[in-house]
């Protein structure tokens, strides 16, 4: 079992960073895959960011230039760190880890993008 906790949302002006946490505990031996997804209101859960150990990033075209996704493998620990933020980032961040053949899910940290 695998648990996922995130943590770093808040309210953040327009234009301004912010950097998310999510640290997977538990029995762990590998994960090779973890991403961030988000859900803003009225719409779909999309994927933001997804690292892949030893393989690549993907970013979504919405993300890109602006999010940088990062790992602590040590530590099973994904980051986000977001930049130039604006009201459309408004979401609940998710973070899901693979592991094992199985999907993890957190229960997701609140982006407030407001001035």
């Known amino acids: 079992q695998v648990h996922i906790v995130e943590s770093g949302g808040g309210l953040v002006q327009p234009g301004g960073s912010l950097r998310l946490s999510c640290a997977a505990s538990?029995?762990?031996?590998?994960?090779?895959?973890m991403g961030w997804y988000r859900q803003a209101p009225g719409k779909q859960r999309e994927l933001v960011a997804r690292s892949i150990s030893g393989r690549s990033t993907n970013y979504a075209e919405s993300a890109k230039g602006r999010f940088t996704i990062s790992r602590d493998n040590a530590n099973n620990t994904l980051y986000l760190h977001m930049t130039n933020l604006n009201a459309e980032d408004t979401a609940v961040y998710y973070c899901?880890?693979?592991?094992?053949?199985?999907?993890?899910w957190g229960r997701g940290t609140q982006v407030t993008v407001s001035s």
């Open positions: 538990g029995t762990i031996f590998t994960i090779n895959i």
């Open positions: 899901k880890a693979d592991h094992l053949g199985r999907e993890y």
